[in-house]
T-cell receptor
Framework: GENVEQHPSTLSVQEGDSAVIKCTYS??????FPWYKQELGKRPQLIID?????GEKKDQRIAVTLNKTAKHFSLHITETQPEDSAVYFC?????????????FGKGTHLIIQP | EPEVTQTPSHQVTQMGQEVILRCVPI?????FYWYRQILGQKVEFLVS????????KSEIFDDQFSVERPDGSNFTLKIRSTKLEDSAMYFC????????????FGSGTRLTVV
């Protein structure tokens, strides 16, 4: 089955700086890679996703890059703000064959220092 | 914005008892899922459900667990003979159709087995 590794487990950055979180996956068949933000005690919320036919996607201060050959994908947050503080999870999935459960990474606790 | 509704928000049960967790999916969504998150850990896939049958299940989803959609609206997860290690946050998730659509997670049910 799929295995997703996520690094770092904790990331502390100064407000206004950029943050990068990296994930690798094992199953070359995976074709959908979402990122979720989870605040303490709340549900995971989708912040951005990327399909395997695209190398990069951007939404305002958030971007995701995907390298299919190396089987890794990254989340980039620019101009970080205090409200970006949360746990971020990457995930991978093969979508389209009936087996469509997401495999999550272990999460990155992002801390924005004022 | 449409939401996935879960009840109860918190359930405390005695070890060995049965519990039923309930989810009301977004009305036009066709794919339904249960995930669990042990405190401080990653989100783990349990089961996916489509067209009134299980389409995929993980190793965690053993004979102790079952799912159904008895009345066409509620989607339930039943845990028979609960164990201490079943204590976790259980999230229901739904999505409208196959192929690349993002999940919408419910707010979760915190299950505490004592």
């Amino acid at each position: 089955g799929e295995n997703v590794e996520q690094h770092p487990s904790t990331l502390s950055v100064q407000e206004g700086d950029s943050a990068v979180i990296k994930c690798t996956y094992s199953d070359s068949a995976s074709n959908y890679f979402p990122w979720y933000k989870q605040e303490l005690g709340k549900r995971p919320q989708l912040i951005i996703d990327i399909r395997s036919n695209v190398g990069e996607k951007k939404d305002q201060r958030i971007a995701v890059t995907l390298n299919k050959t190396a089987k890794h994908f990254s989340l980039h947050i620019t101009e970080t703000q205090p409200e970006d503080s949360a746990v971020y999870f990457c995930a991978a999935m093969y979508s389209g064959g009936g087996a469509d459960g997401l495999t999550f990474g272990k999460g990155t606790h992002l801390i924005i220092q004022p | 914005e449409p939401e996935v509704t879960q009840t109860p928000s918190h359930q405390v049960t005695q070890m060995g008892q049965e519990v039923i967790l309930r989810c009301v999916p977004i009305s036009n969504h066709l794919y339904f899922y249960w995930y669990r998150q042990i405190l401080g850990q990653k989100v783990e896939f349990l089961v996916s459900f489509y067209n009134n049958e299980i389409s995929e299940k993980s190793e965690i989803f053993d004979d102790q667990f079952s799912v159904e959609r008895p009345d066409g609206s509620n989607f339930t997860l039943k845990i028979r003979s609960t164990k201490l290690e079943d204590s976790a946050m259980y999230f229901c998730a739904t999505r409208p159709r196959a192929n690349y659509d993002g999940y919408t997670f419910g707010s979760g049910t915190r299950l505490t087995v004592v």
